[in-house]
């Protein structure tokens, strides 16, 4: 289908008017044994009878909801080609068999009266009938055409608004993430930890991905799993009792995945995973089954631990991207208890 988006429109609407001519030609000539002599003229008149509705009275008055004026033009270049087609152009003469006597002469028939109307009606319903088919098929035709065309305009301008809220996106996350991780190298610098400058280096390497990795649409899911581990990586650093901070990653990460898709609900569980005495409580599962890649995280919550406003932009973030890049592809539920929180993610995986 794609060769023939190349062929020029005009070629193809040559192409279909001569195979309907031919068509259309074979089939008098097997009826009638002769192809009458005012075919052509008949044939053109109908040819312009379909673009004249096609490229100047579909545009011009039915597209601009001038339906009433449209219907009343057409009926009147339809009775215009009408009586052109049967008042103005010669009569084909052919002699039928009940044309003779029993003797095997011609009978001759006095010319009947002409009509007093301006048509000849035993030829109105053959004409009307072909005009008819002409402007519906006219009409037909150039209102698909538009239809088409306003729906890729619809997908198009759908697609950039996607393309503007995800980027939108994107660049909320990525200051909300560079915040959340440099408040831990400053807890880390507090403390004049010896861990610090091994922090400021897991730090690089994921500016590094983000940076260069996240502008793309999909990205290897090995990269984005290594991501994950690093920033990990970076919170136990900080931590003075990782001892219940469980992760747990198994599966085939042959696959391709959107960037920073996971990301905020392991920020969320290390930012309120942590109550007032130290203690971590934090589990992270990532699963890859067949296609599916099988998402959990829970963290407890403190008493004295109270939720900002702020505090679940990432949550929201990723909520409206999984809606734009995965819908109908994705599950997740979340549980926001008193004293726990967990996030339960399914996703339907892309293959690379």
């Known amino acids: 289908m794609s060769k023939f988006k190349n062929i020029p429109s005009i070629i193809i609407h040559i192409l279909i008017w001569i195979i309907f001519l031919v068509i259309s030609a074979s089939q008098i000539y097997l009826k009638i044994g002769v192809i009458p002599q005012d075919f052509i003229i008949r044939s053109s008149i109908l040819i312009i009878a379909f673009y004249l509705n096609?490229?100047?009275?579909?545009?011009?008055?039915?597209?601009n909801k001038k339906t009433g004026l449209f219907f009343l033009t057409l009926i009147a270049f339809g009775l215009f080609f009408m009586y052109i087609m049967e008042e103005?152009?010669?009569k084909p003469n052919f002699i039928h068999q009940n044309d003779f006597n029993i003797n095997g002469n011609h009978n001759f028939y006095p010319p009947k009266k002409p009509s007093p109307f301006l048509l000849n009606f035993r030829g109105?319903?053959?004409s009307g009938g072909l005009l008819l088919?002409?402007?519906?098929l006219s009409t037909s035709i150039k209102l698909g055409i538009e239809w088409s065309k306003s729906e890729k305009q619809r997908v198009l301008i759908e697609s950039q608004k996607v393309n503007s809220e995800l980027s939108f996106l994107k660049a909320q996350l990525n200051p909300h993430f560079l915040f959340n991780t440099l408040n831990s190298i400053y807890s880390l610098a507090h403390k004049q930890s010896k861990d610090t400058t091994n922090a400021i280096v897991i730090l690089s390497d994921l500016m590094r991905y983000m940076i260069y990795e996240t502008n793309k649409e999909?990205?290897?899911?090995?990269?984005?799993?290594d991501y994950i581990k690093n920033y990990i990586s970076l919170q136990l650093l900080r931590l003075k009792d990782s001892s219940n901070v469980k992760i747990n990653i198994h599966g085939n990460l042959n696959f391709s995945i959107e960037p920073l898709l996971l990301i905020s609900f392991i920020e969320n569980a290390f930012k309120y995973g942590t109550d007032f005495k130290g203690k971590t409580n934090i589990i992270i599962k990532i699963i890859?089954?067949?296609e599916l890649l099988k998402f959990y995280v829970y963290n407890s919550v403190s008493h004295q631990?109270?939720?900002?406003?702020s505090s679940g932009v990432g949550l929201e973030n990723i909520k409206n991207r999984l809606k734009l890049l995965y819908p109908n592809e994705h599950t997740i539920e979340i549980k926001n208890k008193k004293n726990s929180y967990e996030a339960t993610l399914i996703l339907k995986l892309k293959k690379p």
């Open 305 to 309: 631990q109270s939720k900002t406003k």
């Open 288 to 290: 890859i089954e067949d």
């Open 133 to 136: 088919l002409i402007f519906t």
């Open 54 to 63: 096609y490229n100047l009275l579909v545009p011009n008055l039915l597209l």
């Open 218 to 225: 999909l990205v290897p899911l090995e990269k984005e799993v």
């Open 124 to 126: 109105f319903f053959p």
């Open 88 to 90: 103005t152009l010669p």
